[in-house]
């Protein structure tokens, strides 16, 4: 079966833009979680989702970075006013539920000019 | 403050040649201790979890154990395959920096 996708899988913008980073998880997982990953560091947690509702967003690092789950499947990750220091691999996982193993989609590369 | 501590940061090994790699936690009622491993370029991938101290999970060359404070990750004989980052994760979403193994043919 298809595993978790995210697209795009890489993106480059300029200070300021704003971008969104799509995330399709595995069908029937209603755990959703986004991550961000930069060289040499482990996955940093920035939002989770249990169905459409945020069930924690404890780990978004301010009010720029917003993420929706409208019906439960697809997730988009939305960062306003872009700054350099958000560039980094931004990753989307999946699992059955919390506690569960997350399976995890390739990543999406956002560079920040 | 819920802390995931992973050593040692890098680890370069002969093909054959045992070790472990060391997790250790903090946090407020363990809901589950995951070990991923995570290739260049690539999202982690699922290897183990653990509940309760004692337990002990193994998948060919690794195994893994817990205690209330660490988690371990044996690679018995390891081989160049086995080459990638090993992280460690405790509630559900909660990560170290990882170690990097290496293994040398």
């Known amino acids: 079966g298809a595993g978790v996708s995210q697209t795009p899988s890489n993106k480059v913008t300029e200070k300021g833009k704003y971008v969104e980073l799509r995330c399709d998880p595995i069908?029937?997982?209603?755990?959703l979680y986004w991550y961000r990953q930069s060289l040499g560091q482990g996955p940093e947690f920035l939002i989770y989702?249990?169905?459409?509702?945020?069930?924690?967003d404890s780990g978004l690092p301010n009010d720029r970075f917003f993420a929706v789950r409208p019906e439960g499947s697809v997730s988009t990750l939305k960062i306003q006013r872009t700054e350099r220091g958000d560039s980094a691999v931004y990753l989307c996982?999946?699992?059955?539920?919390?506690?569960?193993?997350?399976?995890f989609g390739p990543g999406t590369r956002l560079t920040v000019l | 403050e819920d802390q995931v501590t992973q050593s040692p940061e890098a680890l370069r090994l002969q093909e054959g040649e045992s070790s472990s790699l060391n997790c250790s936690y903090t946090?407020?009622?363990?809901?589950?201790l995951f070990w991923y491993r995570q290739d260049p370029g690539k999202g982690p991938e699922f290897l183990f979890t653990?509940?309760?101290a004692g337990e002990e999970k193994e998948k060919e060359r690794l195994k893994a154990t817990l205690t209330k404070k660490e988690s371990f990750l044996h690679i018995t004989a390891p081989k160049p395959e086995d080459s990638a980052t090993y992280l460690c994760?405790?509630?559900?979403?909660?990560f170290g920096k990882g170690t990097r193994l290496h293994i040398l043919p």
């Open positions: 996982a999946s699992s059955l539920d919390l506690n569960n193993e997350q399976f």
């Open positions: 069908s029937g997982h209603t755990a």
């Open positions: 989702f249990q169905g459409t509702g945020a069930a924690d």
């Open positions: 946090v407020s009622g363990l809901r589950g």
């Open positions: 653990l509940y309760s």
């Open positions: 994760a405790v509630q559900a979403f909660i």
